[in-house]
C-alpha cells in the first residue's frame, strides 16, 4: 500500500502526527516544535484526552491522535471478552472525542468508527488494537487522497507565481496544495500571519511551507490588511475547524478579520473542508473559549504586567459568514457556501475531509 503521506513535509508523515505501538501512543509536541523535536507518550485513554485538550497536538493532529487512542483503549481491555471491550471502547470514544468542544462531533465520527473494527477483530482472533491502527493508517490514506482531490481544485484558483495568504496551520490541505503547486511548477509565493497565542502560523505553516521549497514570508497578526494592499496578495486560504451545511466556518480566531480585509481589497476567500453533517445550523457549533492567561503571554514570555488587573480573553476560534466566503472548496467540487447543501446530493456516505 502507497501511502499519501509520500513527499509531504516531516510533521505531515503519520508517524509524526500520532503513533500506536503495544499499549503507547507517540504524539509529537507541537507546544515546542519546531524549536525543539520531541514526542509525547500517551499510556492511557485518559493521557490521549489530556494531549488534545493541552494542545499537544492542534489543527487536524487530532483527527490521528484520536483513533489511535482507541487503539490503546483496545490494549486496556487485551484478553478481555466482547461485551467488556466494547463498554471500555464506547466511554473511551466518549472521553477522547468531547476534549475540545468545537470539534466534538468530528472526533466522535473517528472514534465511534474503531469500535467495530475492534470487534470484528476480536470474533477473527486478530489483536483488537493492531487492528484499530491499521485502521487508523486506511483512515489517514483515505483522508488524505480526498484532500489531494480538493488541492486540485484549489490549486487552480492560483494564479501563475501568485501570492497566497493563509491563516493558521491548515495542515493536510496545506501539504497538499504545496505538492499540487510543486508539481505544476506554480512557485507561489505565500504570506503567513503568526496566529497568536500559540503561533501555529509561525512554526507550523512557514515550516512546512519553507520545508516543501516555497518562498514563505512570516507577518504578524495585525499585518494582513497592509500586506493586501501593499504586496498583491491574489488569494486568501484557510482550513476550518467545523463548517455548518448553511454554509458558516469556524477556524482559529482572527479568520472572520482577515475575510474581512480581503473582501474590502476584492481578494478572494477559498476555505477547505467539507461541511459537517452534525451541524445544519451555525447555531449548533460552541466556540471553545480557552484559558485567558495565555492572551497575556507569547510563548512563555509574559507581555501584561503581572498582578496589575490586566484580563486575558481567549476564544479559540471564530465565525465566518457565507457573505464574506467566495468558495468553500470540497473533495466533491467547490461551491458557494448558501449551495453548500448540496454536497450530499450524491447520497454517498459522509466521510471526514479535512
Known amino acids: ?40 507518550e500517551c499510556r492511557s485513554v485518559k493521557e490521549v484526552s489530556d494531549a488534545i485538550r493541552d494542545m499537544v497536538t ?20 487485551r484478553g478481555k471478552g466482547q461485551r467488556e471491550t466494547e463498554e471500555h471502547l464506547k466511554k473511551a470514544s466518549l472521553m ?74 491548515a495542515e ?33 505553516t512557514s515550516t512546512v511551507c519553507t520545508e516543501m ?3 514563505t514570508t ?38 472572520s478579520q482577515i475575510a474581512i480585509c480581503a473582501n474590502y481589497f476584492g481578494v478572494p476567500v477559498y476555505v477547505s473542508g467539507a461541511p459537517d453533517i452534525g451541524h445544519p445550523t451555525w447555531d449548533t457549533v460552541t466556540i471553545e473559549m480557552r484559558d485567558p492567561e495565555f492572551s497575556l503571554q507569547a510563548m512563555g514570555v509574559r507581555t501584561a504586567k503581572k498582578d496589575s488587573g490586566v484580563k486575558g480573553y481567549y476564544p479559540a476560534f471564530d465565525m465566518t459568514p457565507p457573505s464574506l466566503i467566495t468558495g468553500i472548496v470540497t473533495n466533491k467540487g467547490i461551491f458557494k457556501p448558501n449551495e453548500l447543501f448540496h454536497y450530499f446530493d450524491d447520497g454517498k456516505p459522509y466521510e471526514l475531509t479535512v
Open 1 to 40: 500500500m502507497e501511502r499519501a503521506d509520500k513527499d509531504l513535509a516531516f510533521m505531515l508523515r503519520y508517524e509524526n502526527v500520532a503513533w500506536y505501538e503495544n499499549g503507547n501512543v507517540r504524539v509529537l509536541d507541537r507546544r515546542v516544535y519546531p524549536g525543539e523535536i520531541r514526542f509525547v
Open 218 to 255: 512570516l507577518i504578524t497578526d495585525n499585518m494582513p490588511a497592509f500586506v493586501m494592499a501593499k504586496e498583491g496578495v491574489d488569494v486568501f486560504t484557510c482550513a476550518a475547524d467545523a463548517i455548518s451545511v448553511d454554509g458558516y466556518v469556524f477556524n482559529k480566531v482572527g479568520t
Open 172 to 204: 493536510t490541505i496545506l501539504g497538499m496544495m504545496l505538492l499540487e503547486c510543486r508539481e505544476r511548477g506554480n512557485n507561489i509565493r505565500l504570506f503567513c500571519p503568526e496566529t497568536r497565542p500559540y503561533f501555529q502560523g509561525a512554526r507550523f
Open 213 to 215: 521549497g516555497f518562498d
Open 96 to 169: 477522547i472525542s468531547s476534549s475540545r468542544p468545537t470539534t466534538s462531533k468530528r472526533m466522535a465520527m473517528l472514534t465511534e468508527s474503531c469500535i467495530p473494527v475492534a470487534l470484528k477483530a476480536l470474533e477473527e482472533g486478530r489483536r483488537a488494537d493492531e487492528a484499530i491502527r491499521d485502521h487508523v493508517i486506511e483512515m489517514n490514506n483515505s483522508r488524505y487522497n480526498r484532500v489531494r482531490d480538493a488541492a486540485k481544485l484549489l490549486v487552480e484558483k492560483f494564479p501563475k507565481n501568485g501570492t497566497v495568504m493563509t491563516q493558521c496551520y
Open 58 to 77: 492542534q489543527s487536524t493532529g487530532p483527527y490521528t491522535l484520536a483513533p489511535m487512542g482507541m487503539a490503546l483503549a483496545a490494549w486496556e481491555v
